[in-house]
């Protein structure tokens, strides 16, 4: 359930149920231990994704009487309902995380000429700098002025291959307002200067 393989876990959970059942080996007591394991497992996952977990009724109803719960169909039916909204809470969460991600590429994409900085990218998404330098982090894996430099070259190369356009030009196109200064980081990041041998460099 960590993992969210939800699915697996369910059938298993679902296996061990089906036989207690079908074989009546069980207590009262064997039922609540499974409930308050799963109660937990609940519990850690919901507050490890900062979301609460008591949205489905039969959460409720199991914290004011656990003795509802009294045969292993009663908890079957239990944890498929919290499996559920973990399973749909986590959709939203991803789904939220590509929306914000795309927000943050947008608005650079539209403002590489200018300055984009930390400071102007978090202000446009309402979150503070600190804060999404580290979330873009770890959800990328890439820092955002590394995002930032890597769009620039990539556009300058496209420029170079596709336009007559001075270098000096596309310098100023891409966000650098001093044209050494671009030269020098084209030259250490692809090994060569931007109007030697372009037609051998790959757009990745």
């Known amino acids: 359930m960590e ?5 697996e876990a369910y059938q298993k959970v ?3 149920l089906d036989k207690m059942e079908k074989d009546a080996v069980f207590t009262q007591q064997h039922l609540m231990e499974i409930m308050y394991y799963f109660f937990s497992c609940f519990s850690y996952i919901s507050a490890k994704n900062n979301r609460q977990h008591t949205y489905f009724p039969e959460y409720i109803t199991f914290i004011q009487n656990p003795f509802t719960i009294s045969t292993p169909k009663d908890i079957k039916n239990w944890i498929q309902k919290g499996m559920d909204y973990l399973s749909n809470t ?3 969460n991803t789904s939220n995380k590509n929306f914000l991600i795309a927000q943050i590429h947008a608005f650079i994409s539209k403002n590489i000429q200018q300055n984009v900085t930390l400071h102007s990218i978090a ?11 580290r ?4 959800e990328t894996g890439s820092s955002i002025s590394s995002y930032i430099f890597q769009l620039r070259m990539k556009k300058a190369v496209t420029l170079l291959l596709t336009t007559n356009k ?5 310098s100023q196109e891409v966000g650098y307002q001093k044209t050494q200064y671009f030269i020098r980081l084209f030259k250490e990041h692809f090994k060569m200067t931007p109007p030697k041998n372009i037609g051998n460099l790959k757009i990745v």
Do not use: G
Not at 3 to 7: K, P
Not at 166 to 170: E, G
């Open 3 to 7: 993992v969210a393989r939800w699915n």
């Open 135 to 138: 979330w873009y982090k770890k």
């Open 14 to 16: 679902e296996a061990i």
């Open 166 to 170: 001075k270098i000096a030009d596309i």
């Open 90 to 92: 986590e959709n939203e």
């Open 123 to 133: 202000e446009h998404v309402y979150l503070h700098p600190v804060y999404l330098s």
